[in-house]
């Protein structure tokens, strides 16, 4: 199977910026669609971000538009989520996800999922 790593969260103030990472143990990344997600507790998974298999193609969640951006790095196996403004709204863990389709912002048709990586925006 696919096994994604997530890196790069921590605490920050309100109006910081975090660069989070996802490494992907896969022969070919660019056969990959990838896209971040977030979950609080007690909350549903929230769609954050999404990429293309080529990068041509890419959308996000309303509530991070104009302040996140994702790329992919398909020669390191690695795609990364900037974030900007944060705000304390945004704390929560962020999982990474692939499919070999590109599947947008539904959760359930994304088949492999990393563990996350905690994001925690003090007011």
């Known amino acids: 199977q696919v096994q994604l790593l997530e890196s790069g969260g921590g605490l920050v103030p309100a109006g910081g910026s975090l660069r989070l990472s996802c490494v992907a143990s896969?022969?070919?990344?660019?056969?990959?669609?990838m896209a971040w997600f977030r979950q609080a507790p007690g909350k549903e998974r929230e769609f954050v971000a999404a990429?293309?298999?080529?990068?041509?193609?890419?959308e996000y969640g309303r509530s991070v538009q104009g302040r996140f951006t994702i790329t992919r790095d398909d020669a390191k196996n690695t795609v990364y989520l900037q974030m900007n403004n944060l705000k304390p709204e945004d704390t929560a863990v962020y999982l990474c996800?692939?499919?070999?389709?590109?599947?947008?912002?539904?959760?359930?048709?994304?088949?492999?999922w990393g563990q996350g990586t905690q994001v925690t925006v003090s007011s």
């Open positions: 990429i293309a298999w080529t990068g041509a193609s890419s």
């Open positions: 896969v022969r070919t990344l660019s056969s990959y669609a």
């Open positions: 996800a692939a499919d070999q389709s590109y599947n947008g912002e539904i959760p359930s048709a994304y088949d492999y």
